[in-house]
């Protein structure tokens, strides 16, 4: 059973670069085909995918977001990790995990973490 969690800090200060983790078990983030997704859900508004790094280590970002998001992973640690520079009110969200099966849509997502609310706030 693959299972995803989120960590990171719960509040981060406008402009400043939010950064959060997800560390995977059950599960290699190196197995073909997975892709290994970033997603974000503002109050009140619907499931935004972010970006996502493959199971090669390439990288795929949302067009709108591409500017500021950076995803790496550390392979030892089954990890991957998001960041997301000069933050302001609009990216509080919760954000989430997830695995996608060979594909990175947000239909192809099967495994997901828990989510973690993220606030930007002075």
């Known amino acids: 059973q693959v299972q995803l969690q989120e960590s990171g800090p719960g509040l981060v200060k406008p402009s400043q670069t939010l950064s959060l983790t997800c560390t995977v078990s059950g599960g290699s983030i190196t197995t073909n085909y997975y892709y290994w997704s970033w997603i974000r859900q503002p109050p009140g508004k619907g499931l935004e995918w972010m970006g996502a790094?493959?199971?090669?280590?390439?990288?795929y970002y949302s067009p709108s977001l591409k500017s500021r998001t950076s995803i790496s992973r550390d392979t030892s640690k089954n990890q991957f990790t998001l960041q997301l520079s000069s933050v302001t009110p609009e990216d509080t969200a919760v954000y989430y995990c997830a695995r996608g099966e060979r594909g990175y849509g947000l239909g192809s997502h099967d495994y997901w973490g828990q989510g973690t609310q993220v606030t930007v706030s002075s």
């Open positions: 790094i493959a199971y090669s280590g390439s990288t």
